[in-house]
């Protein structure tokens, strides 16, 4: 039985849940900065 | 306010907060009746699932009586601080200047003495549906009196740290379950071993370790659990 | 005595202690670590790049198991990050609960996902080795079942913390689960391992034997890598989430328009 496919799909399977941990908060704090900065703009407005 | 002396030893705390647990249990005698149901049910359903076949039932007969009582105390355990929490005694107790350790462990005392020890009380019935050996009866009781005390002691842990959500309970067997594999291996393998006539007497000990243990620690644990979740 | 000598013979401040006090401190730990992030992505993808090429291309195929071996760069390691990571979580969660220091609770609930993220890899990469070299995907070997119990373990903390609305007793909580089952994880450890022996009798254990050092040194790299990994996504959550729970205060709003121009 060739081992290559286990050896690529648990690399894939790593690669793919590490690098969805590191990019989360990085797509959070996008999302975060959106919504605060919309959160100040109606606060300007009703200033 | 709390300057004098109190006049309640701390025995007299003990005893006075088991002793009100249990009457307040025992005036609800349906509702002390729900977990030793459910522990019924459960071991029955599993010769309804898998089998009548004797030697299999024999075989798995530990684990389902074990996991049954794992399910059937986490499913008594809410009911071990809620209705203190919803009527506001909790805060009394935290604010009544007796130390929240020994008022934790006389709930934990009263708890077992209601939804522990029928377990143990009925383990023999729970044995001959399982087919468990006749040998091995007696450690099996043995280990569930051992062990179902740290299992209330460890689940109010859980307990303090969910009683302020509202879906403390789902959260509660989560939060408690990989905290009760060691006591399910070390109780299992206990009665296996009497099964086959091997010696037990360490596993015994390492339960009887780990109560001790448990009634040390726990109710420190406990204890800081509630302020958090009470703060 | 006069003001002058006084202040000559003030007693100089330690700097480590003055560095730690200040990292206690919302915006100054914001900046200063949004410097090292970056700079722990970069070392981390230079060093795992050079140790999978190591381990990959350089180093032979394993006398017993073949090419499959070459999984063990990312579940040994994997596995000692989240082991290490639920240690250093209760370890803050100890400090956030006796000292109230909010950073250290911060950094404590953040360490939860990157340690679950471990804990995943490892099961998965620890199935995927199981079927060439023991024939199923799911073995209950001792290694593969604790890590399963650590993953419910972390799932706790992450879920208890997320249950509470107010963030700080929310952390609080998760802090003291987080000590009572770093307390129970060796017990947990043993048991399993020695519940393992007991019902599968000879281990299967992969790295009983000396370990030839072509194949050890890209373990270790990849290991060191891991850690920088940890740092850099925990120092990146850890901002995210004072940004969240400070969006009222001065130093954020400071920020934010700093950002608009």
């Known amino acids: 039985m060739s081992h290559t496919p286990f050896i690529l799909a648990s690399y894939l399977i790593s690669t793919a849940v590490l690098l969805w941990a590191a990019l989360a908060p990085v797509f959070n704090k996008r999302g975060l900065l959106q919504q605060l900065k919309a959160r100040q703009a109606r606060m300007d407005k009703t200033q | 306010m709390n300057q004098e002396k109190s006049s309640v030893s701390l025995s007299g705390v003990f005893f006075a907060l088991l002793r009100r647990d249990l009457l307040l249990a025992f005036r609800r005698r349906t509702e002390l009746l729900f977990p030793v149901i459910f522990l019924l049910v459960v071991v029955s359903l599993f010769p309804l699932g898998i089998g009548p076949g004797p030697q299999l039932l024999a075989r798995i007969a530990p684990g389902v009586i074990w996991i049954a009582a794992l399910l059937a105390t986490v499913i008594s355990l809410d009911g071990l601080f809620r209705s203190d929490f919803e009527d506001g005694t909790l805060e009394q107790f935290v604010i009544s200047g007796h130390p929240l350790t020994l008022i934790s462990l006389a709930k934990i005392c009263a708890h077992w003495l209601v939804a522990g020890l029928p377990i143990v009380l009925l383990c023999p019935l729970l044995a001959l549906w399982m087919n468990l050996p006749v040998e091995s009866l007696g450690v099996l009781m043995l280990t569930l009196a051992l062990g179902t005390p740290v299992l209330s002691l460890i689940g109010s842990i859980g307990v303090g740290l969910t009683i302020s959500l509202k879906r403390g309970g789902q959260l509660l067997s989560l939060l408690v379950f990989p905290l009760y594999v060691p006591i399910l291996i070390i109780a299992t393998a206990a009665v296996m071993a009497a099964s086959d006539g091997l010696p037990y007497t360490q596993f015994l000990g390492l339960l009887t370790a780990g109560l001790i243990t448990s009634v040390t620690l726990a109710p420190f644990a406990a204890a800081a659990a509630l302020k958090i979740s009470l703060s | ?261």
């Open chain 3, 1 to 261: 005595m006069t003001t002058e000598t006084a202040i000559k013979n003030k007693p100089r401040k330690n700097a480590l202690v003055m560095f730690i006090h200040k990292m206690g401190s919302p915006p100054w730990f914001y900046n200063f670590s949004g410097k090292l992030v970056p700079w722990l992505w970069a070392i981390f993808c230079s060093l795992a790049a050079w140790a999978l090429y190591l381990g990959l291309f350089k180093a032979p195929a394993d006398y017993l198991q073949g090419e499959s071996f070459r999984i063990m760069y990312l579940h040994v390691p994997s596995a000692w990050m989240s082991m290490m990571i639920y240690t250093s979580m209760a370890i803050m969660g100890f400090i956030a609960l006796v000292w109230r220091i909010r950073i250290v609770e911060v950094l404590a609930m953040c360490s939860a996902p990157v340690g679950a993220a471990f804990t995943l890899v490892a099961l998965a990469s620890g199935s995927l080795w199981g079927r060439p070299t023991w024939g199923t995907y799911w073995v209950w070997d001792a290694r593969l079942t604790s890590e399963l119990v650590l993953l419910f373990l972390y799932l706790g903390v992450i879920g208890l913390y997320n249950a509470i609305d107010e963030p700080r007793k929310a952390a609080r909580a998760a802090c003291l689960l987080a000590i009572v089952g770093a307390v129970n994880l060796p017990i947990i450890h043993y048991s399993v391992k020695w519940w393992n022996t007991l019902h599968q009798g000879s281990s299967i254990g992969t790295s009983g034997n000396s370990i030839h050092p072509s194949m050890l040194w890209p373990l270790l790299y990849m290991a060191i890598a891991f850690k920088l990994y940890y740092g850099a996504n925990l120092l990146s959550r850890a901002r995210l989430k004072l940004l969240k729970q400070d969006h009222r205060k001065r130093w954020v709003q400071d920020l934010l328009a700093k950002e608009n121009q």
